[in-house]
């Protein structure tokens, strides 16, 4: 059966087991949207409203669900606005393919319209960058491409179509069926060290990270902790992969981080499972020496590319998270003198969540308490970057069941897609939005995407009237000169409505639970508009209270 370049990409994608598409359209890949057509039901396309939101739906489903998120874009512009769900996807390292319209072959090198060279532009951006010039080698590449994305450590695959390629006939058979690939196994030898090292620690501490948990996920390494009494700490924005309700749970080491802070610091044996070193989980690489920390590092990771990349490990083991915790939770517990080094670390992520009233109309504060006590144990969280983020970053419990997806990228505008993303995957489970004023108006338009999906999740705005983070930054360095900070927002509520959700301007903290009851209640989905204060800029400290220390110090 001969069929054209677009048919034959649609067969190798639904065959490798694609169910989603986020997208905008474009005359660059026509041939693709019109093989979709034929899939609908099974692979589905996603019309979204900006390729930004595209993108990050994308990468948002990539981390959910450990299957590469597909993106499908057009030239030039689409792609560029795209780039910023690229970069979400390889900081969370998360799986995603991007594919995007092409110039056709004869024109490229002349600066064509909307032409652009992508393996140049996403070379350092993505994990594999390439474009396929012949139709043939289509189900060879997307083969290639989906492996890449899901092995060692995951990430973005970009991939370029020449319209005409697309529109090319060929006789080339596709896919036959899902590609899988078995995780690299550590050796007895190397997980008895591993144990050995720990055992004859004084201050022990586990640290993990990465989306790909699978099966039973962290459940054999929070075991393995608890049998062995070692504090364990998530790096930046993975909390949700390890039940936070286990005694030896003692927070997450990211922005604004306590007791994590303290455990990295003073620990003599790090056991580092399937986490890259990030800034926000090293503090500024300032919590372990470059290259050679004080802590007896243990470090293991799937890719050989991490290990090794900023730290020099006493033990370096490549093998798949999931099939190390297995063969670590096989082995007998390890008994220690570190009972109260583990009981100090969780008393004080404990000790985290108790805040004073709060001067701010809602009170987060007061909100995140009952959150923890209302939200469902299978709830899917989501937030974007600012301020606002450290609610649903510090101040909510993500049980074993629980799902937080939220960029390490820092990326403004992810909450709102995310959350549409894990609605389409998870239709039947409360997605709760966090957002920022800022944050909100960044993809606010896929409200219609969400409306047209039928995925409409539940959006809270703290609505504070600043970017608060930068506002932040500019009292603690040039304070009361504020500058290019404030904001005008629409009515959100109204804006919600014209979308079809439900929406509702939330004044005080008691009118935060019976809004939320209604929320949950409705079949539109919801926009809550919470009234916060700019003074409450982080929970501890006011937005006055920067100004004065940051005169007081002369600046």
Same mark, same amino acid.
């Given at each position: 059966?001969?069929?054209n370049?677009?048919?034959?990409?649609?067969?190798?994608?639904?065959?490798?087991?694609?169910?989603?598409?986020?997208?905008?359209?474009?005359?660059?890949?026509?041939?693709?949207?019109?093989?979709?057509?034929?899939?609908r039901?099974?692979?589905?396309?996603?019309?979204c409203?900006?390729?930004g939101?595209?993108?990050?739906?994308?990468?948002a489903?990539?981390?959910?669900?450990?299957?590469?998120?597909i993106c499908m874009v057009?030239r030039?512009?689409?792609?560029?606005?795209?780039?910023?769900?690229?970069?979400t996807?390889?900081?969370?390292?998360?799986?995603m393919?991007?594919?995007?319209?092409?110039?056709g072959?004869?024109?490229?090198?002349?600066?064509?319209?909307?032409?652009?060279?992508?393996?140049a532009?996403?070379?350092?951006?993505?994990?594999?960058a390439?474009?396929?010039?012949?139709?043939?080698r289509i189900?060879?590449?997307?083969?290639?491409?989906?492996?890449?994305?899901?092995?060692?450590?995951p990430?973005?695959?970009?991939i370029?179509?020449?319209?005409d390629?697309?529109t090319?006939?060929?006789?080339?058979e596709?896919?036959?069926?899902?590609?899988?690939i078995?995780e690299?196994?550590p050796?007895?030898?190397?997980?008895?060290?591993?144990?050995?090292?720990?055992?004859?620690?004084?201050r022990?501490l586990?640290?993990?990270?990465?989306?790909n948990?699978?099966?039973e996920?962290?459940?054999?390494?929070?075991?393995?902790?608890?049998?062995?009494d070692?504090?364990?700490?998530?790096?930046?924005r993975?909390?949700?992969?390890?039940?936070n309700?286990?005694?030896?749970?003692?927070g997450?080491?990211?922005?604004?981080?306590?007791p994590?802070?303290?455990?990295?610091s003073e620990a003599?044996v790090?056991?580092?499972?399937?986490?890259?070193?990030?800034?926000?989980?090293?503090e500024?690489?300032?919590?372990?020496?470059?290259?050679s920390p004080?802590?007896?590092?243990?470090?293991?990771?799937g890719?050989?590319l991490?290990i090794?990349?900023?730290?020099r490990?006493?033990?370096?083991?490549?093998?798949?998270?999931?099939a190390f915790?297995?063969?670590?939770?096989?082995?007998?517990?390890?008994k220690?003198?570190?009972?109260?080094?583990?009981?100090?670390?969780?008393?004080?992520?404990?000790?985290?969540?108790?805040?004073?009233?709060?001067?701010?109309?809602?009170?987060?504060?007061?909100?995140c308490?009952?959150?923890?006590?209302?939200l469902?144990e299978?709830?899917i969280?989501?937030?974007?970057?600012?301020? #606002? &983020?450290?609610?649903s970053?510090?101040? *909510?419990?993500?049980?074993?069941? %629980?799902? /937080?997806?939220?960029?390490? $990228?820092?990326?403004?505008?992810?909450?709102l897609?995310?959350?549409i993303?894990?609605?389409l995957v998870?239709?039947?489970?409360?997605?709760?939005?966090?957002?920022?004023?800022?944050?909100?108006?960044?993809?606010?338009t896929?409200?219609?995407t969400?409306?047209?999906?039928?995925?409409?999740?539940i959006?809270?705005?703290l609505?504070?009237?600043?970017?608060g983070?930068?506002?932040a930054?500019?009292?603690?360095?040039?304070?009361?000169?504020?500058?290019g900070?404030?904001?005008?927002?629409?009515?959100?509520?109204?804006?919600a409505?014209?979308?079809?959700?439900?929406?509702?301007?939330?004044?005080?903290?008691?009118? #935060? &639970?019976?809004?939320?009851?209604r929320? *949950?209640?409705?079949?539109?989905? %919801?926009? /809550?508009?919470l009234?916060? $204060?700019?003074?409450?800029l982080?929970?501890?400290q006011t937005?006055?209270q920067?100004?004065?220390n940051?005169?007081?110090?002369?600046k």
């Open positions: 059966m001969r069929r370049g677009g048919q034959l990409l649609v067969e190798c994608l639904t065959a490798l087991g694609a169910k989603k598409a986020f997208g905008v359209p474009g005359e660059s890949y026509l041939a693709v949207l019109d093989a979709l057509y034929d899939t039901g099974q692979f589905d396309y996603v019309l409203r900006n390729e939101g595209a993108g990050f739906m994308a990468a489903y990539g981390k959910l669900t450990g299957d590469p998120g057009t030039g512009p689409g792609a560029t606005n795209a780039s910023i769900g690229v970069h996807a390889m900081q969370d390292s998360a799986p393919i991007l594919l995007v319209g092409q110039v072959t004869d024109m490229k090198g002349r600066e064509a319209f909307q032409e652009v060279d992508y393996k532009v996403f070379g350092t951006l993505a994990k594999w390439v474009e396929i010039d012949q139709v043939e189900p060879e590449i997307i083969s290639r491409a989906w492996l890449t994305a899901i092995s060692g450590r990430g973005p695959v970009v370029a179509l020449p319209e390629m697309l090319s006939l060929t006789d080339a596709p896919l036959k069926g899902p590609l899988s078995e690299p196994l050796s007895p030898a190397s997980v008895d060290k591993a144990r050995s090292l720990l055992a004859n620690a004084k022990p586990i640290l993990y990270g990465g989306c948990w699978k099966g996920g962290t459940a054999p390494l929070q075991r393995f902790a608890e049998a062995s070692i504090p364990v700490v998530s790096v930046f993975y909390q949700d992969q390890f039940d309700n286990s005694p030896v749970f003692c997450e080491a990211g922005v604004g981080m306590s994590p802070k303290r455990l990295i003599d790090i056991l580092a499972i399937n986490n890259r070193f990030g800034e926000n989980s090293t500024g690489y300032t919590l372990l020496d470059v290259p004080k802590q007896t590092l243990i470090h293991v990771h890719s050989d991490e090794g990349k900023i730290y490990p006493a033990l370096a083991i490549q093998s798949g998270p999931n915790v297995a063969a670590l939770d096989a082995l007998d517990p390890i220690g003198e570190w009972a109260d080094w583990r009981k100090e670390g969780r008393a004080s992520y404990e000790a985290g969540f108790d805040l004073p009233d709060l001067p701010s109309p809602v009170d987060m504060g007061k909100v308490a009952w959150l923890r006590d209302t469902p299978d709830v969280v989501t937030n974007g970057a600012g301020n #606002f &983020a450290i609610w970053g510090k101040f *909510l419990k993500y049980g074993p069941e %629980a799902r /937080l997806l939220a960029p390490q $990228s820092g990326a403004m505008g992810y909450g897609p995310a959350a993303a894990a609605k998870e239709p039947e489970k409360t997605v709760v939005c966090f957002a920022g004023d800022g944050d909100f108006q960044m993809n606010c896929e409200l219609a969400a409306l047209q999906a039928g995925a409409q999740p959006v809270l705005i609505n504070n009237g600043t970017y983070t930068i506002r930054h500019q009292e603690r360095n040039y304070p009361a000169r504020v500058s900070t404030d904001m005008v927002s629409p009515d959100f509520p109204a804006l409505k014209a979308y079809g959700f439900h929406g509702e301007r939330v004044e005080t903290t008691e009118d #935060f &639970a019976p809004a939320f009851e929320a *949950l209640a409705s079949r539109t989905g %919801a926009v /809550l508009d009234n916060i $204060s700019a003074e409450v982080t929970p501890r937005l006055s920067m100004r004065e940051a005169l007081k110090a002369g």
